[in-house]
């Protein structure tokens, strides 16, 4: 018996550009995507490509949620260009709520006290009986989650560092935003350089203070943003 072909979605070339402008946003490649989804970096840049370009014919919530994760983003932001079927699909909801007792059980008085239940004892861990490749691969895929979540904890704290430093210095919001783009692309690249020679990474940082001053952006607060990522991922990398 043949598998049941899902039906076709519409609405993808608008999904797929939402989530391109979501990954514009958070300052991140298709290469460094496709390697926090968990794909081929050389290779998998196609497949984001492609679902940017809504030529994905199916693809699945699993995909589209490690997406927005990579990125920092949530469903509230693509909620407006989500797929459809063509069909009505709601699903039947349930009221959610908690049942209590009735007030004419408490007319006799309360209840006497009841003997707390003695804990249980944890359950004997069990031996994992898959094979070593599978054991393997589910080590990869936690810490690849566990780098990706210390990631975006050190970015969150870039921005509120970056969001401090542009009050200081008094930057109109009309520039902000620039700033804190800066700020993800000093991130990004601090992240993908992770293992190379601190000087390797300096000067790949350098190459994007030079296309921001263009812009008209300052570069005493673009030292400063930079400096500022960098302290927060040497700290969070001590940390781990």
């Not at 497949?47 to 920092?72: D, F, H, M, Q, W």
């Not at 935003?177 to 350089?193: E, W």
């Amino acid at each position: 018996m043949g598998r049941k072909a899902r039906p076709a979605l519409h609405g993808l070339e608008a999904l797929g550009a939402r989530l391109r402008d979501v990954r514009i946003d958070s300052g991140i490649s298709q290469m460094k995507l496709a390697y926090l989804m968990g794909f081929d970096p050389l290779h998998g840049y196609k497949y984001v490509l492609r679902l940017e370009k809504g030529r994905v014919a199916n693809p699945t919530l699993r995909t589209i949620a490690a997406y927005l994760e990579s990125c920092g983003a949530r469903w509230r932001d693509i909620a407006g260009v989500l797929p459809s079927t063509g069909k009505d699909s709601t699903p039947a909801t349930r009221p959610l709520y908690v049942e209590t007792a009735p007030l004419g059980s408490m007319a006799n008085g309360p209840r006497p006290p009841t003997k707390a239940p003695t804990p249980a004892p944890p359950p004997a861990r069990r031996r994992d009986s898959r094979p070593m490749r599978e054991q393997l691969r589910s080590r990869r895929i936690e810490q690849r989650e566990l780098q990706t979540s210390r990631f975006w904890s050190s970015v969150k704290q870039a921005d509120e560092t970056t969001a401090a430093l542009l009050r200081s210095a008094r930057v109109p919001p009309g520039l902000q935003r620039a700033y804190l783009s800066f700020a993800r692309a000093c991130c990004t690249a601090i992240d993908a350089f992770a293992a190379a020679r601190p000087e390797i990474v300096q000067r790949e940082l350098a190459k994007r203070i030079q296309p921001a001053v263009a812009q008209g952006l300052d570069r005493r607060i673009l030292t400063d943003i930079l400096s500022a990522c960098n302290r927060v991922f040497r700290s969070q990398s001590s940390a781990g």
